[in-house]
């Protein structure tokens, strides 16, 4: 069997005890020998599969206390993300947002726990706080999505919505840093009012209002960013331009 193979079939078993749950977040594997002797294939081999479970973010290898089981992340999802959208546009990212997230508000306004809606308002606190920074801003922003799709009870919302929250950070600086807090703040305060009452049409709605307008906003940055940078006609010969 080609090394490759040989690879493949041991990240492939040494991934199922992962995620079947042998091996907990934190729990060391076995050492490289250990595992060498017990799949029969060489120690080369299984450092090689050992490294694509660290590409996954399923491992990591910390010197001196061999290689450990990670907690779930989304790294390479968002990784896998970032490729696939390489020029895709800001545009397509925001079709697929709006029907997950206005999804997302409708559910939460139905299975939101006390806490989650204490959580909720600390972020609005932080948009209403023009004294705080513009990365605060940007933080407490994601956070309160964040916060929604976990009100909807289910983890598939969080691992969905999570890489698409990281792709849109520096949209969120732009929009924020030329509209301010304060609109952003406006948005998800008619949003939470729909989650309090446990409103779920009035939460989609709000929520779909928001993406709309934050779509139209990056719009407007983009062509003033465009005009900006156009160059300016040169007037021809024995001509000059108007005061």
């Known amino acids: ?25 934190g729990d060391p594997l076995p050492a490289e020998r250990e595992i060498s002797a017990r799949m029969r294939v060489s120690r080369s081999v299984v450092r090689e599969a050992i490294g694509r479970l660290v ?14 089981v990670q907690e779930p992340t989304s790294k390479p999802i968002v990784l896998g993300y970032r490729r696939l959208l390489h020029g895709a546009g800001l545009e397509n990212l925001s079709a697929v947002r709006l029907p997950l997230e206005t999804t997302i508000a409708a559910l939460a306004a139905t299975t939101r726990t006390a806490d989650q809606l204490e959580r909720l308002e600390k972020t609005q606190a932080v948009l209403a706080n023009p004294r705080v920074s513009l990365e ?20 598939l919302f969080q691992l969905v919505l999570a890489p698409i929250q990281e792709l849109l950070i520096e949209s969120r600086r732009r929009t924020l840093g030329r509209y301010g807090s304060k609109l952003a703040h406006g948005h998800h ?20 209002e928001h993406l709309r307008a934050n779509v139209s906003h990056l719009s407007g940055l983009g062509q003033a960013s465009a005009s900006a940078a156009a160059p300016r006609a ?4 024995g001509q000059t331009n108007s005061v």
Not at 147 to 154: Q, R
Not at 190 to 197: C, F, P, Q, S
Not at 234 to 237: A, H, N
């Open 55 to 68: 590409s996954l973010g399923l491992v990591k290898s910390v010197h001196g206390s061999g290689t450990r």
């Open 189 to 208: 305060a008619r949003i939470l009012e729909a989650i309090r009452g446990g409103d779920a049409a009035a939460a989609e709605a709000a929520m779909c």
């Open 136 to 155: 605060a801003h940007v933080k407490a922003d994601m956070e309160f999505h964040a916060i929604l799709a976990e009100a909807t009870g289910n983890p």
């Open 1 to 25: 069997m080609a090394q490759s193979d040989l690879v493949s079939r041991v990240a492939d078993r040494l991934e199922r005890a992962i995620l079947s749950g042998e091996f907990a977040p």
């Open 234 to 237: 040169r007037p021809k010969s």
